[in-house]
């Protein structure tokens, strides 16, 4: 009776754990972007990124392209590119935030909303070597209606480490929408 119970005990916790993970899998967000899928999230190697000037997708996330997450970063050094970004308010979503990774070698953006500046932002943290801060919220929109706007990120070439003065790289890490 004893091996009977234990059995039963021992097949419950099974159950419980595997609904436990199930439940875990579940509310787990994906990384890979569906263009068909109302996604709020915007990732860097989203294909509707317009950019100027050199941009490129830093991998930090170790995923086969065309798969990304939220630690990739669409990155630029060089004053003036600028990355812009339809995204889409329909529906119940009304605010528009930014979010980069912060780290020494950064420098300083602007963040424009359907061509209207919205403040210069910087991405430098010190001291020099200082780990990245991955997910900073750069900037929130005031609220908007539903339709599409555009996002725009334009790397102003400044605000770097003053010993590497060649370092003022601004980064993407994601647009998120809500």
Same mark, same amino acid.
């Given at each position: 009776?004893?091996?009977?119970?234990?059995?039963?005990?021992?097949?419950?916790?099974?159950?419980?754990?595997? $609904? =436990?993970? &199930?439940?875990?899998?579940?509310?787990?967000?994906?990384?890979?972007?569906?263009? @068909? !899928? *109302?996604?709020?999230?915007?990732?860097?190697?989203?294909?509707?990124?317009?950019?100027?000037?050199?941009?490129?997708?830093?991998?930090?996330?170790?995923?086969?392209?065309?798969?990304?997450?939220?630690?990739?970063?669409?990155?630029?050094?060089?004053?003036?590119?600028? $990355? =812009?970004? &339809?995204?889409?308010?329909?529906?119940?979503?009304?605010?528009?935030?930014?979010? @980069? !990774? *912060?780290?020494?070698?950064?420098?300083?953006?602007?963040?424009?909303?359907?061509?209207?500046?919205?403040?210069?932002?910087?991405?430098?943290?010190?001291?020099?070597?200082?780990?990245?801060?991955?997910?900073?919220?750069?900037?929130?929109?005031?609220?908007?209606?539903?339709?599409?706007?555009?996002?725009?990120?334009?790397?102003?070439?400044?605000?770097?480490?003053?010993?590497?003065?060649?370092?003022?790289?601004?980064?993407?890490?994601?647009?998120?929408?809500?």
């Amino acid at each position: 009776m004893k091996k009977i119970t234990g059995i039963v005990v021992l097949l419950f916790l099974v159950v419980v754990l595997v $609904a =436990s993970m &199930a439940a875990t899998a579940v509310a787990a967000k994906p990384t890979k972007i569906d263009a @068909s !899928a *109302k996604d709020p999230y915007y990732y860097a190697n989203d294909p509707g990124w317009v950019k100027t000037g050199t941009w490129k997708v830093e991998q930090y996330t170790k995923l086969p392209p065309p798969l990304t997450g939220p630690n990739d970063l669409l990155v630029a050094n060089d004053a003036g590119a600028t $990355a =812009s970004l &339809a995204v889409d308010l329909q529906g119940s979503l009304k605010y528009i935030e930014v979010w @980069s !990774a *912060k780290y020494w070698q950064c420098g300083t953006m602007e963040i424009f909303l359907d061509g209207a500046s919205q403040g210069t932002f910087s991405l430098n943290i010190t001291p020099v070597g200082a780990a990245p801060q991955w997910s900073q919220l750069i900037w929130t929109s005031t609220k908007q209606g539903g339709t599409t706007h555009t996002v725009t990120i334009k790397a102003l070439g400044t605000g770097g480490p003053p010993l590497y003065p060649a370092f003022h790289f601004v980064n993407v890490q994601y647009v998120r929408t809500y």
